[in-house]
């Protein structure tokens, strides 16, 4: 719900709301993030304290970036500068990656966060983009897919590796 100075309190009918700015502490896994100008609607009858939708949701958005960081996976402009680097869009991305239907706008737009999973499968590709073509290729069993490589198992070696689904 939103609010507009003047309006009764929700909670007790009675109290008219006043909003103020404040400084936000949220906390987690022991990190800490400070939200400042942060929007609270207080009730001077009840005492309760209100955030509006559009503020709660803007500020759901910030923290789920927090979140990440504190949970060591890629942000929000993270995943959308590797998919950018790969050269997909959002609706390919999501069609290619996996994540569901919308998955990429999701991420991005901080609404949902990435598996594990997903957050590794972006940092693989984002070092060796080359390994795409094993994604888009995996339903044409008729396509090999040749991925060159160099590995170091005592001398270097150089190879390539020819990966092919269902042939």
Request: proline share 4%; net charge neutral; with cysteine.
């Amino acid at each position: 719900m939103n609010y507009n100075q003047g309006d009764l309190c929700p909670v007790c009918g009675s109290g008219v709301l006043v909003s103020k700015q404040v400084t936000e502490t949220f906390e987690y896994k022991g990190q800490f993030l400070d939200v400042p100008n942060y929007t609270v609607w207080d009730c001077p009858t009840c005492e309760e304290s209100l955030v509006a939708s559009k503020d709660s949701k803007a500020t759901g958005r910030r923290l789920r970036d927090f979140y990440r960081k504190v949970d060591g996976l890629l942000t929000s402009l993270e995943i959308k500068e590797i998919r950018l680097r790969l050269g997909l869009n959002q609706n390919a991305a999501s069609e290619l990656l996996g994540g569901g239907a919308k998955s990429f706008a999701r991420y991005e737009n901080c609404e949902v966060i990435q598996s594990e999973a997903m957050d590794n499968l972006l940092r693989v590709l984002d070092v060796e983009p080359r390994l795409l073509k094993v994604i888009e290729n995996k339903n044409n069993p008729q396509v090999e897919t040749t991925i060159p490589f160099k590995a170091k198992f005592g001398a270097v070696m150089h190879g390539s590796m020819v990966v092919n689904y269902g042939k």
